[in-house]
């Protein structure tokens, strides 16, 4: 139980001991690790987490975790007696680590795909880029201006001495 109330902590917070655990971190645990349902929802956790937190205090630690378990285990197992509700509960927590499902990808559907291929840029957009579509980086972004003496568009440039 204390290794996972650690890993949650410390999930997306380098700076965290892993002694201290907050409201919004309290929440993903009891969704993760299937304490939330039918039975608990989010209101009841936040209800439970702001009784048992410390008075002008935002975070809880272990030992409050131990009761709000404790305290949770009658509403998500209420057909149980009270010592078989918090084994369960403490069975359902152990070992359990915060997961990162449903996090933002990188979208290719719809007009992100046809916006992002080069090959089907036109005027001074295409002249940005080779044709592998990769960027030309400072040369297709100005106009590079040749020191040659010759005008730009000289059909018979370089045929001076021949």
């Known amino acids: 139980m204390e290794e996972t109330f650690a890993a949650f902590s410390k999930f997306g917070d380098s700076k965290s001991t892993g002694k201290e655990l907050d409201n919004k971190k309290f929440s993903k645990l009891c969704k993760d690790t299937g304490i939330?349902?039918?039975?608990?929802?989010?209101?009841?956790?936040?209800?439970?987490?702001?009784?048992?937190?410390?008075?002008?205090?935002?975070?809880?630690?272990?030992k409050e975790f131990g009761v709000i378990l404790d305290e949770l285990s009658a509403k998500r197992y209420p057909k149980k007696s009270a010592d078989e509700a918090k084994?369960?509960?403490?069975?359902?927590?152990?070992?359990?680590?915060?997961?990162?499902?449903?996090?933002?990808?990188?979208?290719?559907?719809?007009?992100?795909?046809?916006l992002t291929d080069t090959s089907k840029y036109t005027g001074s957009h295409k002249e940005r880029?080779?044709?592998?579509?990769?960027?030309?980086?400072?040369?297709?972004?100005?106009?590079?201006?040749?020191?040659?003496?010759?005008?730009?568009?000289?059909?018979n440039k370089d045929t001076f001495d021949k």
Not at 45 to 58: A, C, E, L, M, T
Not at 87 to 111: C, I, N
Not at 131 to 154: C, F, L, T
């Open 87 to 114: 084994a369960a509960m403490r069975e359902l927590v152990a070992g359990k680590a915060p997961g990162t499902t449903g996090t933002t990808k990188v979208s290719k559907v719809g007009g992100t795909d046809r």
């Open 36 to 62: 939330m349902g039918k039975s608990v929802t989010s209101t009841d956790v936040d209800i439970i987490f702001s009784k048992h937190k410390p008075k002008g205090g935002r975070t809880i630690t272990v």
């Open 129 to 155: 880029f080779g044709a592998d579509g990769k960027g030309k980086g400072i040369e297709g972004r100005e106009n590079v201006v040749s020191n040659d003496g010759y005008v730009a568009g000289y059909s």
